[in-house]
């Protein structure tokens, strides 16, 4: 009886922070489309939907590769990744638009600000 409640406790556990990283991501987001220009992002479903995309995209690379896409994570190429990412994203998500310049910034200023925000480094 012991193991089913930490099992169902180790369950809702993962579920939140599945739900925190994708809370954290959108907000992230929002501030890169923010202060990026030639990138915006029409709604808040489709902040929603993008956060969820780049969640994914973010975990198939570290899957598939080991690198994460993450400006200051692994140097050039983390911000080579996450600058590709973001373009990538568009393609998944409708209005959700963003420029080659404002993804390489864009990346940039993601850096910046998750670095910033507290949460799982």
């Known amino acids: ?21 994708l ?13 990026t220009p030639g990138f915006t992002i029409n709604s808040f479903w489709a902040l929603a939907v993008a956060a969820v995309v780049l969640t994914l995209i973010d975990y198939l690379i570290v899957k598939f590769t080991g690198l994460h896409a993450s ?3 692994k140097g050039f190429v983390g911000f080579a990744l996450a600058a590709i990412t973001l373009y990538v994203t568009q393609f998944f998500v409708a209005g959700y638009s963003i420029s080659w310049i404002a993804a390489i910034i864009g990346a940039l200023i993601y850096g910046v600000i ?3 925000i507290p949460g799982n480094q």
């Open 23 to 35: 809370v954290g991501a959108a907000i992230v987001l929002a501030i890169t489309a923010f202060f």
């Open 1 to 21: 009886m012991q193991d089913a409640e930490n099992n169902t406790s180790t369950v809702t556990s993962t579920a939140w922070q599945i739900v925190g990283r």
């Open 114 to 116: 998750d670095y910033f």
């Open 71 to 73: 400006p200051f994570g």
